[in-house]
């Protein structure tokens, strides 16, 4: 899997994603950069003596509306900073008015970021001649109301119509003072400048919506307005795009119920779901929801095969994971049996089984080697080989060795062979085991870490199986797959106390709300997690007890998922138009230019 796809070039995209700095920051720089012109960098450009604000008189006056006045007062904060300051106090209120969030270090770093453009493009007149300064002026505050207007849809409200005044800000306050310092005409040349500036980017932002339109019937920037919201504030407005390009699909969970007479019962499922794409957004937080809705019995929601394709598109979509769950749990039928647990291993891929009752449990991995989401086909291939022997087969994906970002395994590959091949030798073996009574054991251990650090809300939660004197630590981390080599100094000091175990992790995605690389013992050492898995499992042997299972399979019907190659798909597309974004901006930047100096020439 040297090749990466679609899907992981679209989470490489979080690399164009940044926090703003601070507003008071932002501010402070406004300021300087006004001084600046105001002193040493107007002394340099205009080779003029300052004894305060840089003035000279011309020998003419140019009969122009954009010609300089006899006198002429160039002052950078009065053409720069005003504009800028007002910008940044007026842009946050104004698109509040239209029920939308922009926070004040957004506001102050655009602002900012247009005061930089604005110098460079007024001061780039003084290459040629100083009388060109106000056709400079004018082309830079065209130039910033378009680049505001193409910022605000993206970040703040994709209706060009309800972001025209918050774009207008700094450049109108821009004319006002080109109206002082030039010619009260100055203003109607600058609006024309506006309509051409503007009606680039409005073009610019057609051709770039149009790819997702025709392909998904959804908005760009309306998708990004939501991602923004789900960033700032936690909106979950995301989940109606991706409704809208889901689809139903049905999947088998399996689970095993444990009855302990005198504690309670313990629950380890299976969902052939993935829980993403990030966030709380979807199925993000899955193994905490249903967690939380068998609670006080203490559910274990391991990883399943399934990629991002089967990402739930709505939190509300659990609700039919729940019903089906709570279905499967009637009419069970109990065993106090079990066989040891051992290990299978065929090329890369190794697999932890172990039989309870008439069922199978396989926990499959590759570390050291990248382990990454298993195609539901994969899955479902197990489970059929399975089938000869066992009514329910578990298929865990133990999510627990990242090296980088990388695609899923697909069926018919060598990687998928080898799972494949090392879950049939596994119960294979686990078909002729002995049986003998078992206990179980739980523990429930919450952790000093955040979802920041690659921990979710869950901590770590462990089941202990002991059967004939030998004892099985399943450990699962409420996070998204386990950074290379912690499994190993996990495994190393938990076998101390165990025969046989395996690092797992759930997979959630609420560690996660940009890109999908954060895992467990990346942020956090192995040696800061040790002391929290060595007491989570001490705990579960100090409550071993015996008990009886029972499996199932619930039928999940009519979960409607992103759907399947619909990321590789929308990564695609995506991708394709980062290709062209680059030069039809610069297309639209020229031609506006050009229209300006024609507006210029027939004006004069």
């Known amino acids: 899997m040297t090749q990466q796809g679609s899907d992981v070039r679209l989470g490489q995209l979080a690399r164009y994603i940044f926090t703003a700095p601070s507003w008071q920051r932002s501010l402070v720089l406004i300021l300087l950069l006004g001084f600046l012109i105001d002193g040493a960098g107007a002394k340099s450009w205009l080779n003029l003596n300052l004894s305060g604000p840089v003035s000279f008189t011309l020998p003419t006056v140019i009969s122009s509306s954009l010609a300089l006045p006899e006198t002429f007062v160039f002052s950078g904060t009065l053409i720069f900073t005003l504009p800028a300051i007002a910008a940044l106090a007026l842009t946050k209120p104004l698109i509040a008015l239209g029920g939308k969030t922009m926070t004040w270090n957004r506001s102050g770093l655009l602002a900012l970021a247009c005061t930089v453009f604005g110098v460079i493009i007024t001061i780039s007149a003084l290459f040629v001649s100083v009388t060109l300064i106000p056709l400079a002026y004018a082309i830079s505050l065209g130039f910033i109301f378009a680049l505001r207007l193409l910022v605000l849809v993206a970040i703040a409200d994709y209706r060009i119509s309800r972001m025209l005044l918050p774009a207008l800000t700094q450049s109108g306050v821009g004319i006002l003072v080109g109206m002082v310092l030039f010619s009260p005409s100055f203003a109607l040349f600058a609006l024309v400048l506006h309509l051409v500036f503007g009606a680039g980017i409005a073009i610019l932002i057609w051709m770039i919506e149009r790819p997702l339109k025709r392909a998904f019937k959804i908005r760009g920037l309306a998708f990004i307005n939501a991602f923004i919201a789900h960033m700032t504030d936690g909106s979950k407005g995301m989940e109606d795009f991706f409704r809208e390009i889901g689809e139903g699909i049905y999947v088998p969970q399996v689970s095993f119920f444990f009855s302990r007479e005198t504690k309670k019962p313990v629950t380890f499922t299976v969902p052939n779901l993935h829980p993403g794409p990030m966030g709380e957004i979807g199925g993000g937080n899955l193994p905490k929801v249903l967690y939380d809705h068998f609670c006080p019995e203490e559910t274990l929601v391991a990883h399943g095969c399934a990629t991002h394709d089967f990402n739930l598109v709505s939190e509300t979509e659990i609700a039919k994971v729940i019903s089906a769950l709570q279905k499967s749990r009637d009419d069970l039928a109990f065993s106090g049996d079990a066989s040891p647990s051992g290990r299978c291993t065929y090329g890369s ?56 970002l990388s695609s899923p395994v697909l069926l018919a590959t060598q990687t998928a062979m080898e799972y494949q091949k090392a879950s049939i030798a596994a119960m294979g073996a686990c078909r002729d085991a002995p049986h003998h009574p078992m206990k179980i054991g739980i523990s429930h251990h919450p952790l000093p870490f955040s979802r920041e650090q690659g921990f979710g809300d869950l901590g770590i939660q462990v089941m202990v199986a002991e059967v004939a004197s030998q004892k099985t630590a399943y450990i699962l981390i409420d996070g998204n797959n386990v950074a290379q080599g912690t499994r190993e100094a996990l495994l190393a000091e938990v076998l101390q106390e165990v025969d046989h175990a395996e690092i797992m992790t759930t997979d959630s995605h609420v560690v996660n709300t940009i890109t999908g690389k954060n895992p467990v013992g990346m942020a956090v050492p192995p040696e800061g997690i040790i002391p929290e898995i060595m007491q989570a499992v001490h705990e579960a042997v100090l409550d071993l007890a015996p008990a009886q299972s029972a499996a199932a399979t619930a039928q999940c019907e009519n979960v409607i998922v992103f759907g399947s190659n619909r990321i590789v798909q929308l990564a695609s597309t995506v991708n394709a138009m980062l290709v062209f974004v680059a030069p039809l901006s610069l297309a639209m930047l020229l031609l506006a230019f050009l229209l300006s100096i024609l507006a210029y020439l027939v004006m004069s």
């Not at 990454?372 to 009514?391: K, Q």
Request: proline share 4%; glycine share 6%; net charge negative.
């Open 349 to 404: 891929v190794q697999v932890l089984y172990q039989r309870f009752g008439d069922s199978v449990l396989l926990v499959t991995s590759r570390s050291p080697q990248m382990t990454e989401d298993l195609d539901f086909s994969i899955g479902m291939t197990i489970m059929a080989e399975g089938h000869r022997w066992f009514p329910h087969v578990a298929v865990v994906d133990a999510h627990n060795c990242m090296t980088d």
